[in-house]
């Protein structure tokens, strides 16, 4: 088996970490490793791991670099003959794809058991299938994958995680679940201003139009689970993205938010009230505000389109 370690070494890992990781593939001669020290050098990158005839690429890097990672590898001007198994590290200041394959915290050692692993023949019992969202925007012309899309407040929440917190770790997982419990409790006390005010988003659920027209919440995912364990989706489809809008109108917020953050909704989270969840095969949004794609910012752009699929499929490897 051919295995590649993609290190993005701007990624948010400190230089004692880097070091660790540089020092024990010396001890695994036969695994290319590449390093990458700005985004403008992932595609040299990932065209040098294509043109190796990869069959298990690692990851060392957060949420951004694998989003990249993956639309390189799957897009249709992609040099990779054969799409790769993928190892996520937790080797970033978000890693939410990597603890959602229960990936160890520490990326040193989640490498060496992958590596050993991988030597005893034994990566079947770390893999998993999960499809990946496609987003593919009509006016921009971006065509990108990846497993999170968030739109208006979550794209602003994202920022503003980036802007109050220092860089480093604390941009992730901490970062972003104290953001994110301090908005949910804001919008539960009807908080529509600033960085909460609802935006106007026009929605398509496979064909059927969610008939409130401002939101608070609309995100998707191809994840069982988000940061902090959050679950905020409850359809029961077999479609590949799985879709969750809330109303800036919807009834009692105050005792939702909590059940709908755990995928638990109570009696009240149904449609007519403002929620809408679905496992779906394709989601349009004609939006006004800007989206994240696994923490990677997409500015506004007036009356934009955003579809949503899940068409390709992809065995990742739990590291």
């Known amino acids: 088996m051919r295995i590649a370690v993609l290190n993005n070494l701007r990624?948010?890992?400190?230089?004692a970490e880097v070091s660790r990781v540089l020092s024990l593939l010396r001890s695994y001669p036969d695994v290319l490793h590449i390093e990458t020290d700005h985004a403008?050098?992932?595609?040299?990158?990932?065209?040098?791991?294509?043109?190796?005839?990869?069959?298990?690429?690692?990851?060392?890097?957060?949420?951004?670099?694998?989003?990249?990672?993956l639309t390189e590898i799957l897009s249709s001007t992609s040099e990779f003959e054969r799409i790769p198994m993928i190892a996520p590290l937790r080797g970033g200041r978000t890693n939410m794809t990597a603890l959602d394959l229960h990936a160890r915290r520490n990326p040193v050692k989640g490498l060496r058991d992958l590596l050993e692993n991988a030597r005893a023949g034994r990566l079947a019992e770390r893999m998993v299938?999960?499809?990946?969202?496609?987003l593919e925007t009509l006016k921009a012309r971006h065509l990108q994958y990846g497993m999170f899309f968030g739109a208006g407040m979550i794209h602003r929440a994202v920022e503003l995680t980036q802007r109050i917190f220092p860089k480093g770790k604390s941009q992730g997982v901490f970062g972003a679940g104290l953001v994110t419990a301090g908005l949910c409790l804001r919008i539960a006390k009807g908080d529509n201003k600033g960085i909460l005010e609802p935006d106007k988003i026009g929605i398509l659920v496979d064909g059927e139009m969610v008939p409130q027209g401002e939101f608070h919440l609309v995100i998707a995912s191809s994840l069982d689970r988000l940061f902090l364990?959050?679950?905020?989706?409850?359809?029961?489809?077999?479609g590949g993205v799985r879709f969750t809008s809330m109303a800036s109108n919807s009834l009692k917020m105050r005792?939702?938010?909590p059940g709908i953050l755990r995928g638990k909704p109570n009696h009240l989270v149904r449609p007519e009230n403002g929620y809408c969840s679905a496992n779906s095969d394709k989601v349009e949004l004609r939006l006004d505000c800007g989206f994240t794609i696994d923490g990677e910012?997409?500015?506004?752009?007036?009356?934009?389109?955003?579809?949503?699929t899940a068409d390709r499929r992809v065995t990742f490897v739990r590291a």
Do not use: C, Y
């Open 11 to 15: 990624a948010g890992k400190n230089e």
């Open 40 to 69: 403008h050098a992932l595609p040299e990158a990932l065209a040098e791991i294509a043109r190796q005839n990869v069959n298990l690429l690692v990851v060392n890097g957060g949420d951004g670099t694998l989003q990249f990672a």
């Open 129 to 134: 299938q999960r499809p990946v969202l496609r």
């Open 229 to 238: 364990q959050m679950n905020p989706f409850w359809g029961r489809e077999n």
């Open 255 to 257: 005792s939702t938010i």
């Open 297 to 308: 910012s997409f500015e506004p752009i007036p009356d934009e389109v955003v579809t949503i």
